[in-house]
Structures are given as C-alpha cells and as structure tokens.
C-alpha cells in the first residue's frame, strides 16, 4: 500500500510516536515553564495600550509541567540522493488531496489541544513536523544539527508577592495598589536613582516638540505626565505619540532607569489608579502608573511647580522638564513574568551549484489558540466561557500541510539550482513572534534570503469563484507576471493585493526587504472560533494551492538571476470572500471590548480620506453595532462602491462618527 495511505489510516497518537521516533527526539512527556518577576489575569485595556497589544493569554490549560524534555532532535543529515527519472513520477510532483488533510487531521486533532503556546500539544506538533521533513528528505536547519530554532516566549505573569518600592525625601506613605502600580509591560531589572519630571516624555518634531531637550535622564526615574498636549489630536482624540509603548521606549532610550506615569490633572475627572493588567509584552523598564497626589508630593518635595501648572505650561509646548533635586527612589519592576521556550521548525532542501548557498523560504505558522474560553478569544462572544480547543484546522494546519507538501514536491525536482528552506513558525498568534524571531536570528544569511512564500490559511479554498487571494504580487518586479500565470495554470482566478506588509508570517521578512507574498483563501465566520475543525478543510482546494505555491517557488528557485526586491506603500488589506467594497483598513485585536480595532489605514483609501486613523475601534457601521471583524464583513457585504456609510469609532474616551465613501476592489 502506498506509504502515505498507509500513514493516512495511522491514529493520530500512533502517527506521533512513529514521527518523533523518526525525528530522532522523545514523545514530549513535557517542558519546562520558566518564571521570572509576574502578574495577574487579563484586565480590560486602557486606551494608550496600542492595539497590537493582545491581553496575556490565559494560562494554557495543560501546561508543561517542569521535567525538561526539551526534544534533543539532533538528526543525523540524512544524505537525499537526486531522484532518478524514475521516482519524478507525475504523483511525486503533485499534492495528494489525503496527504494534505492526513497533516491537517493530525495537527487538528484533539489531542493536540489547540497548539497553544506554552502547551504540551505544540510540541507534539513540531516533533510531527521535523519527522516529516525527515520523511520527505529535508535536512534539519535549526539550531546544532536539529530542526528546531528555540527561544522563550513570555507568557504572561503576575505581580511578586515580594517587591521593593522606596522613595527618598518625601513623608507620605507609599503602598502598591494604592499610590501606585506597576504596568503588565512593566519590566527590566531593580532601579534606583534621582527623579526627573519630564513633561510629557515626548519627541514629537511635526509639533517642534521635545521633553528631553536639555536634559539628561541617564539613570534617573523619569515621572511624565500621561496621553499628550490636547492641541495635538483634537478633542477626545490622541495620537500614536501619547501610547504608553511610545513614551516608555523613549524613556528607555534616553537611558533612564524607571518610569512614573501620572493621570492628566482634569478638574473633572476624578484621579484613579489604573488596575493592574497582566501582558505578554515586556517593555524592559520598570514602569508605574502613580497617583496625583503621590506625584505632587514628589513635584513639592523636590521644589517644584505643582503638577497643574507645569501640565498648563507643557500643554502650550513648553519644555518644563527638570530634575527633583534630592528625590530618589529605589526598587525593581515588580512584575513575574512566565516564560515557555518555543520552536520553529525548519528543514531545508539543498540546491546544487553555484546559486545553492541562496534560499527560497517557504513558511506559515503551526501555532494556534489552544483551549481557551471562546469570550478569550472572540469578544463580542462574551457567552462561552468553557474552556474549548480552537483546532486551528484552517488557521494554520492547512498552512503547515501545504509547507510539508510543496518540500516533497520540490525534493522530488532536485536537483535544483538554489536551495528551499521550510520554515514552520510558531507564536504567529500571539504577535508574529516566531517569524520575528528568525529575521532577527537567521539561520542562513538574510542576503541570501531571495524570497519567501508564506502560506496562512488555505484550508478553505473558494470553489464556487476559484479565486485565491495573494498579499504581495509587487512586493518584486517579477511577482505580478509570475505569480499570474501560475495561478491561472492551475485554472485559479487571481486576487492579488500588491503590497505585503499584513498581520502574517511573511510581514517580518517583506520589512527586511526580502520579496514575500501571503498566500490564502479567504477569511470564514469559523475564524478563530472553536468550530475550525478538519471536516470544513476543503483538502482538493487545499493541495491545488499548495501545488500553485511549489510551481512558484520552483520558478524562484531556478531562473538565473533573483527577484527585484520591490517596495508598495499601500498595506494589505483582508477582506471576506465576495465583497465588492473597500473600506482601505487593517483590522486589528480590538482589546476594549467595544469593536474591531484599526490596525492600518491604507494611504489615500476610502478611510484615509475621511479621516479614520489607525488605533480607531470601529463600534458601529450605520446601525449595524460592531464587535469584530465578522461583523464587520457582515455589515459591509450589503454595500455597493460608492455608498456612504456612517461609521462610528471609538476615539481615545470619545465616540466620532465619520462618513465614508466605500471604494472598490
Ligand atoms: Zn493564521
């Protein structure tokens, strides 16, 4: 029997122990959780939090307890010898729908829980992945000799029961939780130094605006005044300069040693102290957020204006930082944050001659959501609170399929004139961190990185309209034509976005100026829900666009010169099957509850035009109220190019309703 129909019939868990015994590593028993300073369980987010910032996923439910396991995957390279005439037979180069959707059946299996970060079922999958490219003769390029490139993920965390905190020079009693808290990005190790107030901890040159002009707050705990002067947003509004990221790093680039964040003085808002709100991100420097009578004090004690003036003078683009002479303050983030050690998995399948050393990548992410609450997940769906596994079938099992398929294929074309590299990312979900990773810690030169296919969801192939979408069809010279004709050789309709910079795998290297493209069939209402299992994979669809995928990279791989790098100002844009209008936005994680976040706003779109602005949460389009990007394809299938519609966002603390003419595709 043909060896994948007989793997096909393998239940998943005997599937697993042949593929980690082909791997040459241990069936995960489990992995160690590492800590260091934490936090506790998602708050609700402030308005500042940019809305890249999802809230730190819940603990995943089945964490790896402490034996380390960490799979020792040193593969022996196994030398693949090029295929005989014989072996290129017409069904070792073409996916077969059952291999496609026995990958996707094993991935999408209950038993490997969702594929969350931080879970026992994320290993399992990776093992499953470097055993197939064992299998279908990749070489292991991770780290020493493996498949796997590892790095530590921060997984959230907790407030330390033990925390230093001390303020030198003033009598007023400082207590966390009351005076002050610590932010969930809030990190770096113990602090202590003189206190500078610096305004609002600005650089903003379009406002000919500087708080560190003249200043130097090298070692010092910077207290800054929170959001920017008014003038410069407009009511209700600010702009991405008064994020608490933006003013953080800046702190930290300018050297110092903690940041204090006090509340806007606002006669008529009563000043409280923001509830502390557990986060992935770690912004590297302790950072707190103090009340205004704890600033006061230090403003007095260091013999300074109190902070209405200063605020009344900075507010008019005065420079009114300065140093609090004889105020100091000690003490450390007062933050834990938990930490899993991740992988992606890679293999490579080594070009012969003189342009080998150069690679064409092949990617997506094998990460998924994990078991979770569906409210975690979906937040206009606030009923489900049980726990379930989000099986990620189609976000991105089909994915992963597709990379392991398009590696057979093109191994079975050796030889070949430059050499592939697969690449499986892990912690897409959570923020492109697996992909990020790698553009940071190559494991081949990025120069010799000629392009990379990215491969997010293919699992839902359109049969009615065979249209497959691709980010990127300008992101080289040489893509449009290229990708145009590969697509409609495989009796597909090409929907093509030019630019490649989206919420995807591919996005870390197109900002490396490395030419990529987004491959992929269409957002579903399964998306991100508990429902993405395998029966809904269209698996002929499935393996028909990985087949598309290795006819491209092959292309790639063998002309004689590379693809022109090309860069496309305009951001893609996802949009549902069949809608004819364009709004010009990238939806983004929506972390207040109340709507779909902008995550982008294509310049000279419909948006732009009417003045939309990134960090906008749309809440309402006409009377149709807005809790996600579902809702938001809903309420937009019904318009035509042309119509306008009143949009309403959420604004900073304030609603705006905006009307904006539709475009089309
Ligand atoms: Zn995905």
Known sequence: MHETSMRRILSTTAMLSVVFTLAGCEAPESKPITTMQHHTGPQPAAPEMASAEPAAAVTPVETKPAADSTPTAVVEAVSIPSPGAKERSAAALKVHPDDFLAHVAVLADDNLGGRGIGSRGIDQAAAYIAGQYALIGAQPGGDNGTYFQEFDVALGGKLTDEHNFAVDGISMPIARGTDYIPFGFSGGDSFDGEVAFVGYGIVNPEENHDDYAGIDVTDKVVLMLRREPPSWGGPGQTTRKATFRNKVYTAKEKGAAAVLIVNRHDDNVEDRLMRF?????????????????????????????????????????????????????????????????????????????????????????????GKAPTSMMLRSDRSDNTPRIHNGADDNASGTAGIIESGRILAARRPLKRSVMLIAFTAEEVGLLGSKHYVENPTVPLEDTVAMINMDMIGRFDEDGQTLQVFGTKAAEEFETMIARHVSDAGMVLRGSESASGPSDHSPFYEKKIPSVHVFTGLHGDYHRPNDDVDKVNAEGGARVTDVVAAIAYDISERDDRVTYNEVKARAQVSGRRSGVVMGIMPGYADNNVGMAIDGVSSGGPAEKAGMQTGDVITRIGDAKIANIQDYMAALRNNKPGDVVKVTVRRGDSDVIIDVKLGGR
């Open 277 to 369: 709100r557990a986060q992935r991100s770690d912004f590297g420097i302790p950072s707190f957020h103090i009340t205004q009578e704890m600033a006061s004090a230090l403003l007095a004690a260091g013999g300074s204006d109190a902070q209405a003036s200063l605020q009344a003078a900075a507010d008019e683009g005065q420079n009114v930082s300065r140093v609090l002479a004889g105020i100091r303050m000690s003490g450390d983030s007062g933050v834990q944050k938990s930490y899993t050690r991740e992988r992606n998995v890679i293999g490579i399948i080594p070009g012969d001659g003189p342009l080998s050393h150069e690679f064409v990548v092949i990617g997506g992410h094998y990460d998924h959501l």
